[in-house]
């Protein structure tokens, strides 16, 4: 019971976490959960990353009144204006290169509840004008911007009209937990603030609304809520799940959450009958003191409650040891975190895991298993006492 329950506990919390790291490795890095905009915006296979179009921009009432909606939904956390461009700008050896940027508000995009984290240079700041920070893949991998180096971009305003700017690549932005290499993604940042007084854009104006889920479990009744209030107040705008404009995450998400679930079920059924088959063979090698008991008289249904309230005593108390250190583990390992080296588990848990207590799934868990201590002596129990007081004596 001890080293069961150890282990089921444990591993459950741990898949639980491994669920919820999935879905925020991809959706946080630069994708979001969900993204609000024009319903002419064409998000398919975007990644979140779409066509600049000024015409489209959400307005300043409009953000207001979005805003003020999100913060009284459940299972929102964190919402960001942004606005999604391309442009241009020359490389030191004065060629042309294209780029997908972001103007959004770094200061505060930049923390906990995304995956991206300053990596490299000084970090931007709200309203600071011809400063940019650019992403892993600009910096490192290809090398086409250095950090603190300044170059001429070539930019789009409210108009649509392209201009020069000289910019300062002041940062680098990289990514706590997603495989960078594989499914990263190249982009410079803006800082949104100063992006709109400089390309004149109006305040508040923005391509969309990216926002993040608490519990990515619930996606379907968090996007239902908010499509209907868009509905109702403004019916040119959609909200869109990151699972349609960024289906390759999507895809990898629903894969290793069947995979997963499937790993769940077999190692609960394996847990559960293993405490049902020890137990059971325990009160079979005691059918004999079944027979002496029934043969002196005792009811029936006092012979069942004494071995069953035994059993259930011992295995309890196996189960709630084995419970206790496999908390204690857990929040040794939520304070240390997993460090993972292997590439192939890079798609399911990133770099690192830093393990929780789920006290839901937990209640749920301890639940089973004080059915299963009930029942695993008591089915026994039930089968001995039909048996005839001869037959269960000869089983001594």
């Excluded at 959706?27 to 179009?53: C, D, Q, V, W």
């Amino acid at each position: 019971s001890i080293v069961c329950s150890f282990f089921t506990f444990f591993f459950e919390n741990i898949i639980e976490d491994i669920l919820h790291k999935q879905s925020d490795m991809y959706a946080r890095s630069y994708t979001g959960h969900f993204i609000i905009t024009n319903k002419r915006n064409n998000l398919e296979m975007s990644f979140g990353l779409y066509p600049f179009n000024p015409e489209f921009f959400l307005k300043k009432n409009e953000i207001l009144s979005i805003k003020a909606f999100l913060n009284t939904v459940d299972n929102i956390d964190g919402f960001e204006e942004r606005i999604v461009l391309h442009g241009l700008y020359l490389t030191e050896d004065l060629h042309e290169k294209s780029f997908v940027g972001v103007a959004i508000d770094i200061e505060n995009y930049n923390k906990n509840f995304t995956d991206l984290y300053l990596d490299k240079g000084v970090r931007v700041k709200r309203h600071e004008k011809n400063v940019l920070a650019a992403s892993w893949f600009n910096y490192e991998k290809w090398k086409n911007v250095d950090i603190g180096k300044t170059y001429i971009f070539l930019l789009p305003d409210s108009t649509l009209e392209y201009t020069d700017h000289y910019f300062k690549v002041k940062s680098g932005i990289s990514y706590k937990s997603l495989p960078k290499e594989t499914v990263g993604r190249d982009c410079l940042y803006f800082d949104i603030y100063a992006y709109r007084e400089l390309m004149g854009i109006e305040e508040n104006a923005s391509s969309d609304l990216i926002g993040f889920f608490e519990d990515p479990e619930k996606e379907a009744v968090t996007i239902k809520a908010i499509g209907e209030f868009l509905g109702v107040n403004y019916p040119d705008l959609k909200v869109v799940s990151w699972k349609s404009y960024a289906p390759l995450f999507g895809e990898i998400v629903f894969g290793v959450n069947v995979v997963i679930r499937f790993i769940e079920f077999i190692f609960i059924f394996s847990s559960i009958l293993i405490v049902f088959k020890i137990t059971l063979f325990l009160i079979m090698e005691r059918f004999n003191e079944i027979g002496i008991l029934k043969a002196i008289g005792y009811p029936m249904w006092k012979i069942i409650y004494l071995f069953t309230l035994e059993n259930f005593l011992i295995n309890i108390s196996g189960i709630v040891i084995g419970f206790g250190i496999s908390m204690v583990v857990l929040m040794i390992l939520g304070t240390t975190g997993i460090t993972n080296s292997l590439s192939f588990l890079d798609y399911i848990i990133g770099r690192s895991l830093y393990p929780g207590i789920h006290c839901v799934k937990t209640g749920v868990i301890f639940m089973i298993f004080t059915i299963i201590t009930i029942l695993s002596p008591m089915v026994p129990s039930i089968y001995g006492i039909r048996r005839s007081i001869a037959d269960m004596v000869k089983r001594k």
